[in-house]
C-alpha cells in the first residue's frame, strides 16, 4: 500500500469513441484517473469513495503495474471479528444513552413543571456509564 498526494483527479463513464465503459462481463463502470506529485497517471475503478478524493488530497491505495500502464486499487477495508465486537458494544451503549433520554425527556414534559435553561452550558448532563467486557473498557464515544 502506498500513500500518495492527488495532482489531478477524473473520472469517466465514456471511451474515446464516447461509449459506455463495459467490464468483460458486460457492466457498465466509471473509470477514475487520478496524477501523483511524482506525475504519474494510475487508473482504476471509480466507485463512492474515489468520487470525494479532491486535489490535494493524500490518498491510500494500492499501486500495480500492468504493461506500460499503473493502475491502482484500493485497500481492503474488511473489519475483524474483534473491531466489529466493539463497534457493536458502542453502539448497544449508545442506542441505551438514547433511550434513556428520551425517557428522561418523557419525563419532564410529564413532570408539573419544566425548568427551562436559560444557557445550554449550564445544563448538567449525567455522567455515561463505562462499557466493559472482560479486561477491555470501553469507554463512551
Not at 74 to 85: C, G, H, S
Not at 100 to 128: A, R
Request: glycine share 6%.
Amino acid at each position: 500500500m502506498e500513500k500518495i498526494k492527488l495532482t489531478k483527479v477524473t473520472h469517466y463513464e465514456k471511451d474515446r469513441d464516447n461509449k459506455p465503459l463495459m467490464t468483460r462481463n458486460g457492466k457498465p463502470y466509471t473509470r477514475c484517473l487520478i496524477v501523483d506529485t511524482q506525475g504519474r497517471r494510475i487508473s482504476g475503478f471509480g466507485s463512492v469513495i474515489t468520487k470525494e478524493w479532491k486535489e490535494g488530497e493524500e490518498v491510500s491505495v494500492e499501486i500495480s503495474q500492468n504493461g506500460n500502464y499503473l493502475n491502482f486499487k484500493l485497500p481492503d477495508t474488511k473489519v475483524t471479528r474483534e473491531e466489529f465486537d466493539i463497534i457493536q458494544k458502542k453502539v448497544k451503549f449508545l442506542g441505551d444513552e438514547i433511550d434513556f433520554l428520551h425517557k428522561e425527556i418523557e419525563t419532564l414534559k410529564l413532570g408539573s413543571k419544566v425548568e427551562e435553561v436559560e444557557n445550554i452550558e449550564d445544563f448538567h448532563f449525567p455522567e455515561p456509564e463505562e462499557v466493559s467486557d472482560n479486561n477491555n473498557t470501553l469507554g463512551a464515544v
